[in-house]
């Protein structure tokens, strides 16, 4: 549990430090931060959900707009990547690119 709250942290910081690099982006600084935060919210979910191995799942943020992005290996795991990122604070919506792996 500690080296799962450590990735957390070491992942919040990196996403903090890059957000300070988005500037070029056109966006404000706020918006930027925020993104970064549900970002890292949303992924931080994901990588606890032991369970759906949603690890392989790509998340990006616009505007308090989640993209899933990636292929996870069911339908079940597609819906609950989705669940878990519209639970996460701030965001407004979710954009659900994943696609299902065929095996």
Known sequence: MITVVRSIAVL???VLAAVACQTAT???????????TITASV?????????????RV???TNSGTVYLNGTVDT?????K???????????KNV???LQIQKK
């Open 12 to 14: 919040l910081v990196i």
């Open 26 to 36: 056109g966006k404000r600084a706020g918006t930027a931060i925020d993104d970064a």
């Open 43 to 55: 992924k931080s979910r994901l990588v606890a959900d032991k369970a759906a191995n949603l690890t």
């Open 58 to 60: 790509d998340v990006d």
């Open 75 to 79: 339908a079940e795991q597609k819906a």
């Open 81 to 91: 990547a989705e669940q878990l990122a519209l639970q996460a604070r701030g965001v």
């Open 95 to 97: 954009v659900n690119n």
